[in-house]
């Protein structure tokens, strides 16, 4: 059985592009294993509800598959449900959408499952039928860039093209259906001969950003403006959820350098700009759901988890008014049917981890640390 | 015992300054008469007589000596004798002895090395072991002289100082032509009265009882005497006596006329075989009696068996120390096979005492390792602390028998504080190993080192704690193990002349 290890998609400065309807971000985040639907199966830690929206208490601990549908690796994908995601989903789904969008934050020390969390409150934004806006990894916009243009629209500002095409290409995959429906409201002008009207579908905006590259991060710029002023119309029959996983990357410092080799603020960065000003909670119609991550993040240090360590003042000011959700590590029930579940899919492999023994072992060498335990077994 | 002063290198040198007492004692410790001349002692009166013109170079414990091959570990200090003829060899208006005067001393004393043992024939080599006990004698005789006679004697003392120290013969000479050494009987037993005197000096050295000073004593005084920092025991002074220094060695087998005294000593192993053949003729005697009761009809359906024990044969080694001659390994199974046949017999219970004195008590591998108390804190929680350390880490544990199996070192998550697997899996180690994993608080502190070691720490601090919460069994199969042994490596140190403990430089053709 081929099995995709939980890649650690943060260090990844590519976001792999997968011939699939759904986010594409899935594919890294996933812990992609194989599952034959069993029809039958009376398994304790699985559920057959494939709903997010039908989960509830009594589904925390199991895991659940995504269909092959929304999701298509090797073989299917199976996330566990846990208390965190099943909080802000329920908020989701009471909160009022004509009040300015609501943040949350998930947050918790490493490896706890934060972006997990994210990917199971994203899916449940997509059977919604939401229109959403994911940010695999907001660190990977701040470092190792390897080209900086100066940016066309403000002279002060960088441009990354890199980053930014491959986030409208992914974009485009996700919200596939989406981009013919929704019509922009101004003009945009790109060079002398080139421009897009006013009444054109959002398709055609990411199709002239991705095949444009120099002029790919004002396009991102334009959809994210065009998505937030519109997504709060009423005339609008979509909401907008921003999903952003590490957060803390967009006011923190980044490691880029300018020719004469001072570093770039965030905010010089075009990208990093239009971003901040999606999550400053002036729009309603959607919510905005992120995650800090201290892996990916730079010059933190490595004890720091709280959202006020890892925002820093001035993140922390913008994102003021937010609703911060921790992401503890496993609990016994959630350890034993991540257990059960590898188990079952033969990934322990060693004969002493099946044992009583073995179990106790796991549980003091990785202290319920969900990515601890997972590369625990990785080799076992 | 009296109250004698620290002894610090500087205590009489105070007045000049200098520090005599670099390792590195080379030609920068010899310096020209005149001006620089150093005065010794406290009263910075000039120093008298030849003695003390010139400032004479110590050498560190272990080093070698100049002169002889005597590897002597020499004191780090000066060691001073009285002028009045005190007994008190430690206050002050001393003067000062040579180096060479005191490594006499020492030798007077037989305060030297067992390694030393095989160097003594440099002594008696010059001459024959008369020759040898003669110059033990004279060496014995400075002692007395030097420790309770007054300065008289000096001059002649450094001669014979100077003659058992510094003949050229012994430059020329070389040892390894010389077979093993040979010791008279009266070599061996001078050597044993001047042991005595020289036990019964350093009792009234130490101000102790000469009558009771026992050989504990000794090497408490020798030890306090001669503080070294070596840390191989066996090359440490000691002074013990001559029997267990010398070898045995036999006695001549033949006598005036040339007749040896063993009928058996020309098949060349005398003791072995007569060994042997008074072996034999106990088996016979056995069968014998064996024989005799059958006879008789007496003979016991029930064997009474020599009660073995926990006992073992005589080592190889062990039958050649107790025979005072070599045997080869063939000899020795045939030793072993004529025992076991003897013990097989019905009636060997006749010769318990014989086969008794063959064989020794294996030693008793008791556990000494202390058990932590079990205390019982407000709650009612048993918990117990122990220590333990690593290289230069020192960690301390608590074990609290809540059952939770949580971890805290040093007020952290363990997951954070060690965040590699490999220092956890040292952590787990002792609770798995008992099969208590899920059943233990610990709460860890730790400090010094590195990871590796703080967590080598640990796992010997949660070993020990754990002792009282197990069974003695349990606690021996954790010895066993190796969990409550301290780890003794430590980090060597960089000699000089070479880039670290093991390295050296770079060899370079030219």
Redesign the interface.
Known sequence: IMSLHRLAFRLRPTVIQVRSLHSSGYVQQQEAVAVEPEPESVSVFRTHEKDPACHSDKHVGQFYTLSSAHMKTFNETCIMVRQPALEVISYLKKADYSQPALRYVFYG?KGTGKTMSLCHTVHFCYTQGWLVLHVPDAHLWVKNCKELLPSSYKSSRFDQPLEATTWLRNFKITNEHFLPRIKLKERYVWTKRESTEAGSSLGELVDQGISRVKSSSDVVGAVMKELRLQSGQPGSDFRLAVAVDGVNALWGRSTIKKEDKTTVDPEELTLVYNLRKLMKNDWSGGAIVTTLSQTGSLYCP??AYLPQDLLGERGFDSMDPFIPVSVPNYSEKEFESCYLYYMDRNWLQHPQSRTE?GK??L?????M?PS?FER?CGYL | MINVPPLTPHRELETTGRNYFSWRAGSRLWRKNGANTVYHRPDDSPPRGKLTTRPYRLARAGSRCPFTLINLPVIPFQLYQTKQGNNNILTDKFTLISARKVRALALGHKIICSGDVHQLPPLTRLSSPKMAANSARVVGSLLRKSVNFVSSTRPVTLQFCRRICGTPALHRKNLGATGPEKFTAEFIQKQVEEFEIGKRHLANMMGEDPENFTQEDIDRSIAYLFPSGLFEKSARPLMKHPVEIFPKQRAVQWGPDGRPFHFLFYTGKQSYYSLMHDLYGRVLKVEKHQDQLRAKGLFPTEPKQIALGTSRWLTKEELEALLVEPISSQDYECFIQLMERLLTMPCCSLEQQFVMNHRRQLEAQSMHQVVPPLQKDDAGVDFSTAEGRRKTSKGSVVVRDCGAGRLTVNGQDYLHYFSVLQDREQLMFPLQFCGLLGRFDLDCSVSGGGRSSQAGALRLAISRALLSFLSQSEGEAMRQAGLLTPDPRVRERKKPGQEGARRKFTWKKR
């Not at chain 1, 549980?363 to 202290?367: A, M, R, S």
């Open positions: 020390v490595k004890s023994e106790k072992e549980i003091f060498l990785c202290n640390n601890m625990l």
